[in-house]
């Protein structure tokens, strides 16, 4: 088949998501030179640029064997002589001048620490930057307008920089279906994000809520939360309502999601009971801050109706490069749109609906990939 091991070059497909891309492989100093370009790229608002990037590394990431040279990469497709540039310095000097002028350059290591918080993207962070900030003392100095999600994340940002170990993430994850349970004993929760790719860290947790009645989830996140708020469990959250106005073939995402901090008491590692809750309940914010025997975790959650489940499923399984390419790919090829509600035929005008991930590949006639191969 089109995604077994590739014993010759040629035969690569053009398409991340026709192509099996596991989390290790053998040119990561490659790959980690051409993401800083990508992202160097994202800062200066070169998107196109940036793509170009991403899909020269999302190739090299399912190559089965490492780079010996330039005739390796003659024939992949998305290598082009920039990318073939980089990877030629790499092979013959060990580092490649021009990503190294990236890393000491004093715009990509501001940009790169002011996206890093929660709630700051590109185009806030390139406007501070050009406002003359450099480090998060200037944000906490400056009388500056920040949001009430930004100012959590300059709170939280050494918790948050921290990596999620799948541990705690298993942790965060009896803490959601707690909460959860408590009101609809039956519902359905899936870890999704990089831990469903098989990570072994991530920088957030990533969970996926469903269940058969769709009464069922009325009110449930909501519900939830106050139960997490209540136990003081709850740093930050906000809600995004579900969009009810999406159209058919958009491939707009509005499912009810909560973008939250939770923090995790330390003492947690070793004690599984409740009594726990009550010590970090009677704590404010503040004492939290400086008792350091808890720590905060970026989470997630989403709701998703049954009937649209496979889709959200695979939607936020991610990567994020193939979650892009599975849409280009379904749009270019199948001129279908793919969202994480649906999937429609804009040539026959209608929904296919799906009770599985692979009902989805099905539907775009590509091989089924596991989770653990979606890591372009
Ligand atoms: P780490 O969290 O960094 O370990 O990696 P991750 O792959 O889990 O990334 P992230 O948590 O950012 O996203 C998980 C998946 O959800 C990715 O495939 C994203 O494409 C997807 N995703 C993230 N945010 C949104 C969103 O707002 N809407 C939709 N539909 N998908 C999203
Ligand atoms: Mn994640
Ligand atoms: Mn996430």
New binding site residues.
Partial sequence: GSTESFDNVTQIPSYACQRRTSLLHQNKEITDALEILALSASFQGSEARSLAFARSTSVLKCLPFKLQSLQDVKDLPWCGNHCKRVIQEILEDGVCMEVELVKDSEQYQSMKLLTSIFGVGVHTAKKWYQEGVRSLSDLNNNKRKLTAEQRAGLLHYKDLQQ??TREEAEWVEHLVVRALQSYVPDVQVTM??????G?E??????FLITHPKEEALNGLLKKAISWLESKGYLLYHHV?ARSQSFSKSSTM?G?E?CYSIVSLPNYYKHNWDCEAEETLKNLDNSEKETSHNWRAI?V?L?VAPYSEYSY?LL??????H???ELRRYSFEVKKMSL??HGLFDNEKKCLLPAASEEEVFAHLGLPFLLPFDRNA
């Fill in positions: 990596h999620v999704t994000g990089g831990f469903r790719r990570k860290v991530g920088h957030d947790v990533d995004k995402d499912h999601t970026r997630d989403v959200a939607g936020w399984t991610g990567s994020k193939f979650e892009r969202s994480s």
